[in-house]
């Protein structure tokens, strides 16, 4: 009965390669959002969305695409991966905005 | 100037004591402020959530904001080694969807 879950735990990839990430939230939340966590440790908001509307984008190149298939789905597509993209990748879910919820995240790593 | 500014620490103190971590901000726009609790290589916990000034205590757990000085705190009673992890402040303006604006966080050691 997982809250927040995404797939695939790790990724392992060439430069260049497309990828996606997928998250699911069970918590019946009404706005799901990417984090990225950098070497340093440090989470930065990436995208949001409230009932599959992109609320927010912060600065990411567009290389990077979230998409909602449903509320309780919010899916990363990157394309033309970099070396600067291997992080930790985490999706969260709240209702209401304060509270949010984390899923146990997604290491990628870009060779 | 960062908007969240946390010591990275490591903190190491014994097991029992009481432990202090803080953060201060710079954007007076922050209404809402978490304590997130992180094991290595798993996902933020959401331990604390305060809302404006003021205390809230949850168990051995004590958040403390003081938005007059900018400056927020957890405290933890009676620590434990399972306590030792890394400790992430977040706050936000408010509800809607935005992001939470984090902390680098603070490594928590704590000595059997």
């Known amino acids: 009965d997982t809250a927040v879950s995404q797939t695939p735990k790790y990724l392992v990839t060439q430069m260049g390669n497309d990828k996606s990430i997928k998250c699911e939230q069970n918590?019946?939340?009404?706005?799901m959002y990417w984090y990225k966590q950098d070497s340093k440790k440090f989470l930065k908001i990436m995208f949001s969305?409230?009932?599959?509307?992109?609320?927010i984008n912060e600065t990411v190149p567009n290389r990077f695409s979230p998409k909602s298939p449903d509320k309780a789905h919010l899916n990363l597509h990157i394309n033309s991966l970099e070396l600067g993209d291997s992080a930790v990748y985490f999706c969260?879910?709240?209702?209401?905005?304060?509270?949010?919820?984390f899923g146990p995240g997604t290491r990628l790593l870009v060779l | 100037q960062k908007e969240v500014e946390q010591d990275p620490g490591p903190l190491s103190v014994p097991e029992g004591a009481i432990v202090s971590l803080n953060c201060t901000y710079s954007n007076s726009a922050f209404q809402y402020f978490m304590w997130y609790r992180q094991y290595s290589r798993k996902g933020p916990e959401l331990l604390m959530y305060?809302?404006?000034?003021g205390n809230k205590e949850d168990g051995r757990f004590t958040a403390q904001v003081d938005k007059s000085s900018k400056y927020i705190s957890l405290f933890i009673r009676d620590s434990q080694p399972s306590d030792s992890a890394t400790y992430l402040c977040a706050m936000i303006t408010g509800g809607g969807a935005d992001g939470l604006t984090f902390g680098k966080g603070t490594h928590l050691i704590i000595q059997p």
């Open positions: 969260a879910s709240s209702h209401g905005g304060e509270t949010q919820y």
């Open positions: 918590l019946g939340h009404d706005t």
């Open positions: 305060t809302y404006s000034s």
């Open positions: 969305y409230n009932n599959k509307e992109l609320i």
